[in-house]
């Protein structure tokens, strides 16, 4: 069977920059270089199905993307339905999302967001975003789905 170059190739969001000089199961292997710049190593035959389009980002994109569409199915008439069952949303929140808190890094004075959630009297917390709708999207609804019983 004659051997199709892949290499300069596009498949999703893999480049393919050369041949691996190994084989799986018989199969060529590819290196492909990924959008976000990751390097991996694919199969052919998965990369020319479309079954391979990316590292793997691709995929947690998509989740992400899942997370977020999840949240805005939930807002009615402009307003978040509440997530947490046992407590009312917090009106004074300062940084507009629910669970989420400003502070400033110890050394370096610079601002960042926190998000938090206290679960059976225990406060579990996620830190280091900047930007309060990262703290959210990132932080609290992982939270949430970590710790919320379902
Ligand atoms: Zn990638």
Same mark, same amino acid.
């Given at each position: ?33 990924? $959008? ?24 947690? $994109?998509? $989740? ?7 949240? $805005? ?11 947490? *069952? ?15 808190? *400003? ?48």
């Amino acid at each position: 069977m004659k051997l199709i170059d892949l290499t300069g190739k596009r498949f999703g969001r893999l480049t393919v920059i050369n041949r691996a000089d190994y084989n799986k199961n018989n199969r060529t292997v590819w290196s492909c270089k990924c $959008d976000c710049g990751e390097i991996v190593d694919k199969i052919g035959n998965y990369l020319k199905s479309g079954e391979t389009q990316s590292c793997g980002c691709y995929k947690k $994109d998509k $989740d992400f993307k899942n997370l977020r569409e999840e949240y $805005d199915n939930k807002r009615v008439d402009g307003i978040v339905k509440p997530l947490f *069952k046992d407590k009312d949303p917090r009106k004074d929140s300062t940084t507009g999302f629910r669970g989420v808190s *400003k502070y400033y890094t110890r050394k370096s004075k610079e601002v960042r967001y926190r998000a938090w959630i206290t679960v059976k009297g225990k406060r579990h917390y996620k830190s280091g975003f900047l930007t309060p709708e990262d703290a959210y999207y990132k932080g609290r609804l992982i939270l949430e789905s970590e710790h919320l019983p379902k």
